[in-house]
């Protein structure tokens, strides 16, 4: 038993059951034992593999889009270029090395920002990023980023948000919640809470008994304070997470550990947990606040921004086995099979660009 279970079972002997987006998020932030503020997650010897980390491209064309984005608010200087969640930082030195290259005035004018609120996380990405000759800042929250346009991007950043899940019962929808069984064992429950009834997706009414639906209020809450920025100081935003583009019923709750499925509640603070993202919820709240919102898959997006023409480049000066490892990579990056299909994008803009 790990030591963050340990706990969670002493808390539910304690207090009672608890919903699942508490149980997620002392998962993965709780201070002591949280995954995200004691481990370090990415890469082979992690438990799971990012775009970023997978090709330099997937950094490089973020970068392409972002100095588009900037053309087509007017170029406004001074600006910010933030990254939220930004993992190791290997996303913000490939970005950093594409805008060096695209207009070295840019750079030379940028705030250029990261907002992780792991510091262990911040260590790592001050590492990744050591010898920039940039203005670099690390920030916990946006509110603290400077007053000026804002280009902001997230790579897998609202899957790991906590959620709320609801189990039908009956003709009810009860708060899923997590408790223990007789043997003292961490198990799911049907709680009391319920859902108002017009919230629930499509397809709710039909759907039979033991289906789960999924509910990110907190989703929604940093997405409006980030299209609450956008709206009120100018800029775009782009963010890449895996997920789906109309809401439906279905338990997408998983937990990754060494690059394998786990049981969601077997090793809490030792595995990542995850859920898929409703970009139509997300696309609601930009709405709202006056922006405009265009979605697409992973691998039309990247392939729109040229990914086979920057692979036969890198291609060009490398040996046999460079040139299959770029191959593969294009594969993962966009294949409809791989990240190209299940990962989506989000582009906010504002409604009087033309990009």
Known sequence: MTRLKARIVDLIGAVGPIPVNEYMALCLFD????????????????????????????????AV???QA??????PMPVTIAEIGPGRGTLMKDMLRAFSRLDAALTAGTSFAMIEISPRLTGIQKQTLSGQSVRLDWHETIDTLPKAPLLIVGNELFDAVPIRQFIRT???????MVGLDEANALRFFAGAGSIDPSLLPDGAADAPDGSVIEMAPARSALMAAIAERIAGQGGAGLFMDYGHLH????????ALRKHDHDNVLANPGEADLTAHVDFAALAATIRA????????????FLLGLGLIERAGQLGAKADEKARQAISDAVERLAGPDAMGGLFKVLKIQPKTSAF
Do not use: C, K, N
Not at 33 to 43: A, N, Q, V
Not at 170 to 176: F, K, N, T, V
């Open 247 to 254: 809401p439906g019923v279905g338990d997408t709750l998983q």
């Open 31 to 62: 201070p002591q034992d949280g995954y995200y503020t004691t481990r370090e997650p990415f890469g082979a010897g992690g438990d799971f593999v990012t775009a970023p980390e997978i090709s330099q491209m997937f950094g490089e064309l973020v």
């Open 70 to 75: 900037w053309q087509s608010i007017g170029r």
């Open 289 to 300: 606040h006056g922006l405009d919102v265009q979605m697409t898959t992973q691998g039309d």
């Open 170 to 176: 009956g003709a009810a929808w009860r708060e899923r």
């Open 65 to 67: 889009w972002l100095y």
